[in-house]
């Protein structure tokens, strides 16, 4: 109709900015994300930090005092969780057990997260920009992305947001970048298997392709050994190259790539793309065991056309069996729509579940450093919720990645669990995050609640999130009275559906706590 919709909207979100704009003709007014604070060692690793520490000055020392220093800290590591948290062996050499837990707790060190809410106009620019769109006059545009990613072009904020030419994705940085996330994953796959892995599953969302211009895809290309080509003095994408086995030096990655609603509908020729490929590579005169693309299959999904999401409806929150099967089936249902190099997509439920089968690895990438696999139910809906349709289908049970590019010089790939544990100890569990949601009333309670929703989640689904991790959370908001009075106060509902969410955790035989104070608690609550 007539009447002007004006959306104050995050600046880092372009997916959900543009999909305004397509359904309601809104002008989205871009607004910074909380701002960020460093992390630190949290209280329960101190000891093992000193441990490190001392270790790494122990060089020349006599060997004794070097084997008692590495015995101390694999115990104090096994002891605090951290061991569990990074699915070490028991017969983990020393060199790997002790380089693994050092960068473990340099990465809790190096970890931000946002303080509190963003207040809208507290951002130079914001108030001018909507008072302009109220007096009907024009707003500027101004492009989305991730301030905190080195996108100092989003500033000042309170402009109309766009984000990027479809056709120009994946860009030539996007390329270079993706490569490095590729080479990163490979690493570590083979550091956890001693080998590439056999099929991966890629999942690409289009808010975060809009937010790098593609370097997620490019990763997957680069994974089976393609590339893109530009129009020469062009930034467009024209279509793409085949590297060599030679300068590749590895075999070819069998990828299947699982994409969103949006993706779909904003970036159909990269599906296109991806699918072409596919099908040169099945040209090529290489053995099966370096192109495993000589088998032709379809390898894009996604949902039905007009669908976005996964569907998944109660089935993440009810802890039994039955909706861990339903929550697999909805993945399954939302996913199982190919599409073809011709841009059309068909249903392929049996296509899917073959690909799906046939995979022993899948990897989802964030980009974005102001949010966490803890922040949103998408992060747990799509990568636990493709364990549990592995699950569905009687499958092996994957390896499941977490690729953290939110630092794009030194990407890191994580199991989920271990990004699970790092997001809960630099973040979730820290006093100064709970302290600084308590500054915001109402909306802050439910901030709170919602993390351990997706925990929860996260933990039904996929069974990645260890019992103390859970712990750590209840003592950090429930287990501390500040916490539990603000919430009393501001959001009563939000304390009620953590008690019960926490005792439902403990009867799903989810979580078996290792305090006797925090057991007390929930059956004195019961």
């Known amino acids: 109709g007539p009447t002007p919709v004006i959306y104050p909207f995050i600046v880092n979100d372009p997916g959900e900015a543009a999909q305004a704009k397509r359904r309601i003709g809104a002008v989205t007014l871009g607004h910074l994300p909380p701002p960020m604070v460093a992390s630190s060692t949290p209280p329960e690793l101190l000891r093992l930090e000193r441990l490190l520490d001392e270790y790494s000055t122990a060089d020349g020392l006599d060997p004794a005092r070097r084997t008692r220093l590495i015995a101390s800290i694999r115990d104090e590591a096994a002891a605090s969780g951290v061991a569990q948290d990074l699915g070490l062996p ?83 940085n996007a390329h270079a970048q993706g490569v490095k996330l590729a080479e990163e994953l490979i690493r570590r796959h083979l550091q956890d298997h001693g080998d590439y892995p056999r099929g991966l599953v890629v999942d690409l969302w289009g808010s975060a392709t809009m937010r790098t211009a593609g370097e997620e895809f490019a990763m997957a290309l680069h994974l089976a050994g393609l590339a893109p080509k530009w129009d020469d003095g062009s930034a467009r994408v024209s279509g793409f190259e085949i590297l060599p086995l030679a300068l590749l030096g590895r075999p070819r990655i069998d990828v299947t790539l699982r994409v969103s609603g949006l993706f779909r509908d904003v970036f159909p020729t990269l599906a296109q793309t991806f699918e072409a490929g596919a099908e040169a590579l099945s040209q090529r005169d290489e053995t099966a065991a370096d192109n495993p693309y000589t088998t032709r299959a379809a390898r894009v999904f996604g949902p039905r056309p007009g669908l ?80 549990a349709a592995v699950a569905r289908l009687g499958g092996a049970k994957p390896s499941l990645y977490h690729l953290d590019a939110t630092r794009p010089d030194t990407p890191h790939a994580r199991t989920l669990t271990e990004e699970i544990a790092r997001v809960t100890r630099a973040r979730a569990a820290n006093p100064d995050w709970a302290d600084g949601m308590m500054n915001h009333g109402f909306r802050g309670g439910a901030e709170i609640a919602a993390t351990l929703d997706h925990m929860a989640a996260f933990a039904h689904l996929a069974g990645v999130v260890p ?29 009620a559906a953590m008690e019960d969410l926490f005792r439902r955790l403990r009867d799903a035989g989810l979580w078996l706590t290792r305090r006797n104070s925090i057991a007390a608690t929930l059956d004195g609550a019961a």
Request: hydrophobic share 40%; net charge negative; proline share 6%.
């Open 90 to 172: 028991p017969d983990a050499t020393p060199a790997e057990a002790i380089t693994r837990i050092d960068r473990f707790v340099c990465d809790l060190k190096e970890s931000q997260f946002g303080h509190g809410l963003h207040v809208f106009g507290a951002g130079e620019g914001e108030t001018d920009g909507l008072l302009a769109a109220l007096n009907g006059q024009r707003v500027a545009p101004g492009p989305a992305g991730s301030p905190n990613r080195g996108r100092s072009d989003v500033l000042p904020t309170g402009r109309n947001l766009y984000s990027v030419d479809p056709r120009a994705v994946p860009s030539r």
């Open 308 to 387: 976005y999401g996964l569907g998944m409806g109660t089935a993440a929150d009810t802890f039994t069996d039955e909706a861990r099967q339903a929550a697999g089936e909805a993945w399954l249902n939302a996913s199982s729509w190919a599409i073809g190099p011709d841009g059309q997509s068909h249903e392929a439920r049996a296509a899917l579940e073959q690909r799906i089968l046939s995979a022993d690895s899948f990897v989802h990438a964030q980009d974005l450093p102001e949010t966490d696999v803890l922040i949103a139910a998408d992060y747990a809906a799509h990568e636990a919720g493709f364990a």
């Open 467 to 495: 019992p103390h991790l859970f712990d750590l959370y209840h003592q950090a908001t429930l287990g501390r009275a500040e916490v539990r009075d603000f919430l009393a106060r501001e959001n009563p509902a939000a304390l």
